[in-house]
């Protein structure tokens, strides 16, 4: 049986769109059944079993219509597996994890989401917006920092834990507590 996944995400120049379609397509490549939109375009989250939610960060800051996805479907959200992700360093710190931005921490950990995987973003002077971020995209740090390797792994971590738990025995209406 597989599980049905909403991966939902909030971009402003659109790396973090297309981190998103690749987790899409490696948890569909896992068996699972997939839906792949903009945070502003979900209506209901009620027939996903599963959330992964990411963002696109800007001076440790999520997007604003990330944070009104987890406000508004926080409730249910708490019956659900959730993984966070957030995408945007660039440059000589690219690799290391950001810290999650307080206000997303605190509904994250009220949600029971898994820690927010960092993800290195794209940089392309063709698509910044903004005066700093097209200042930003002249210089040595432009170009495409993603790493499609790491992000496949991850996303078919996600695809285990979401088969880990549909095999799990209280999944398959087993009395779990007469056993062990």
């Known amino acids: 049986m597989s599980r049905k996944v909403l991966v939902a995400y909030a971009t402003k120049m659109g790396a973090t769109a297309g981190i998103a379609a690749a987790i899409g397509e490696e948890l569909e ?3 699972h059944q997939v839906d792949v939109c903009e945070v ?3 209506g209901s989250i ?3 079993e599963a959330v992964v939610l990411g ?3 800007y001076v440790k800051r999520w997007r604003p219509e990330a944070v009104r996805f987890l406000r508004k479907y926080r409730e249910e959200l708490r019956s659900r597996q959730v993984w966070l992700f957030h995408s945007g360093p660039v440059g000589p710190d690219k690799d290391q994890l950001q810290e999650m931005p307080g206000n997303v921490k605190r509904l994250a950990h009220r949600i029971g989401a898994t820690p927010a995987m960092t993800f290195a973003g794209r940089l392309d002077p063709a698509t910044a917006k ?3 971020a097209k200042r930003l995209a002249r210089s040595e740090l432009s170009g495409d920092a993603r790493d499609w390797e790491l992000i496949r ?3 078919s971590d996600i695809g285990a834990a979401i088969h880990a738990i549909e095999s799990a025995p209280w999944q398959r209406g087993m009395d779990y507590r007469r056993h062990g």
């Open 40 to 42: 502003d375009q979900v």
């Open 29 to 31: 490549r896992g068996g």
């Open 130 to 132: 903004g005066f700093i």
């Open 55 to 57: 963002s696109a960060i």
């Open 153 to 155: 792994a991850w996303s």
């Open 46 to 48: 009620e027939e996903y």
